[in-house]
């Protein structure tokens, strides 16, 4: 039995996301160091009409129940990265997800071989395949918390520190362990739902830690 589950797309306004949920579907709950993986392989995608100067790219955020990078808090809200891009002359680009030229690795039936990211003047998107690892069972019930959340905002690369878009995304997925088959697990996706920046302070929050840059200079540049 394939791990992945269907495939599932959404369409909201100027946001598109295609996911491709991922758990272990058969195991057995009893046995001593048994534990289920899981997560999905996506691609969220942001396009607009008309002529434009300057691109854009995503950034990423995520509240995971495990530990991703050092900086990671687990259960808040973190930018979706290992460390900031020193190497860029705007400082809103050194927290977009992914680098350029590297591409998705064979673990992905989906996406492997494909570029992690895209920017652009009128579309930019990600392409991600995260994994996580729980084990925690209690007489073969799973107890383990697998509610992985995450948020995708636009920033577009004017002037030195750059813009964030105000508009974005919200979704996530879980594990749920089958009452009548406890040896079998499925991923709920929670589907995606407009956000404003403005109105997550916790978001603004984890941006401004990764970067240093302060919370009040970061919404001075929401449009």
């Known amino acids: 039995m394939s791990n992945y ?14 996911i491709t949920p991922y758990v272990t579907r058969e195991l057995n709950p009893h046995e001593a160091g048994t534990a289920v993986q899981y997560g999905a392989d ?41 460390y900031p891009d020193d190497d860029t002359a705007i400082v809103l680009e ?22 992690m990211r895209q920017l652009g003047e009128s579309e930019c998107w990600l392409i991600d395949t995260p994994r996580e690892i729980n084990g925690n069972f209690e007489r073969g019930v799973f107890t383990g918390l697998t509610n992985t959340k995450f948020a995708n905002y636009v920033v577009e690369l004017d002037g030195p520190i750059g813009r964030l878009f105000n508009i974005g995304i919200t979704w996530g997925y879980s594990v749920q362990q089958d009452g009548n088959r406890p040896g079998h697990f499925d991923l709920h996706v929670l589907e995606p ?8 302070n916790e978001h603004l929050a984890a941006i401004s830690s990764f970067l240093n840059v302060p919370k009040g200079k970061l919404a001075e540049l929401i449009r």
Do not use: M
């Open 5 to 18: 589950g269907n495939h599932e797309s959404y369409q909201l306004d100027h946001f598109a996301l295609d």
């Open 94 to 115: 050194q927290c977009l997800y992914g680098s350029d030229g590297v591409k998705i690795g064979t673990h992905s039936a989906t996406y492997a071989g494909q570029q």
């Open 193 to 200: 739902r407009p956000i404003q920046l403005t109105e997550h």
């Open 42 to 82: 996506f691609k969220v995608r942001f396009t607009r009409q008309g002529s434009h100067e300057h691109k854009l790219g995503l950034l990423q955020l995520i509240r995971p129940q495990t530990q991703l990078f050092a900086h990671t808090v687990v259960g808040d809200w973190n930018v979706d990265k290992r």
